[in-house]
T-cell receptor, first 113, second 115 residues
């Protein structure tokens, strides 16, 4: 969903559950997408990326799905752990080979023990 | 450490003061980016360097913002005559030449508060 002002979309899950974080992107010409995790007081940290010629990519405990028809991106986290609690941002590449990333507004994930 | 280092971590300035924020990228990283992150928002692009060349400064909000990377390593973001709306976290990120992805290595940011 979209955030308004300071109110981030939030997702609260129990430890061990699977989490799904959604993102709508704006530019149909974007050819590359990336997910970042940002813990409080730290800089964003790379999680996983995907190019527009793919619709799914898997990493360790994470999967990114891309639906270009509806310009939608999702991040699935398996067996969510307390250490996964953070703000998650999707970003799209609007700078060609320079990778000038345009970030979304973020989703706050809280994992309850 | 071997990560991107930013200083100062926290800066409080009175409106109208000039500030300078420093970024030490990971050694050997060719590309360097500055982003501005307002509270509760995603990072927004400010400017991009490849080595010492500033290839894109389209995100700088006004001519009060200036960035440089004279020797292709350390970069400084300068904000002149600061205003309250400049309050934000300023993030620096770098990327190696060989990495053909958007995986940027971010520093922890410099939090600027303008009173």
């Amino acid at each position: 969903g979209e955030s308004v002002g300071l109110h981030l979309p939030t997702l609260s899950v129990q430890e061990g559950d699977n989490s799904i974080i959604n993102c709508a992107y704006s530019n149909s010409a974007s050819d590359y997408f990336i997910w970042y995790k940002q813990e409080s007081g730290k800089g964003p940290q790379f999680i996983i990326d995907i190019r527009s010629n793919m619709d799914k990519r898997q990493g360790q405990r994470v999967t990114v799905l891309l639906n270009k028809t509806v310009k939608h991106l999702s991040l699935q986290i398996a067996a969510t752990q307390p250490g996964d609690s953070a703000v998650y941002f999707c970003a799209e590449n609007s700078g060609g080979s320079n990778y000038k990333l345009t970030f979304g507004k973020g989703t706050l994930l809280t994992v309850n023990p | 450490g071997a990560g991107v280092s930013q200083s100062p971590r926290y800066k409080v300035a009175k409106r109208g003061q000039d500030v300078a924020l420093r970024c030490d990228p990971i050694s050997g990283h060719v590309s360097l980016f500055w982003y501005q992150q307002a509270l509760g928002q995603g990072p927004e692009f400010l400017t991009y360097f490849q080595n010492e060349a500033q290839l894109d400064k389209s995100g700088l909000p006004s001519d009060r913002f200036f960035a440089e990377r004279p020797e292709g390593s350390v970069s400084t973001l300068k904000i002149q005559r600061t205003q309250q709306e400049d309050s934000a976290v300023y993030l620096c990120a770098s990327r190696p030449r060989t990495r053909n992805t958007g995986e940027l290595f971010f520093g922890e940011g410099s939090r600027l508060t303008v009173l």
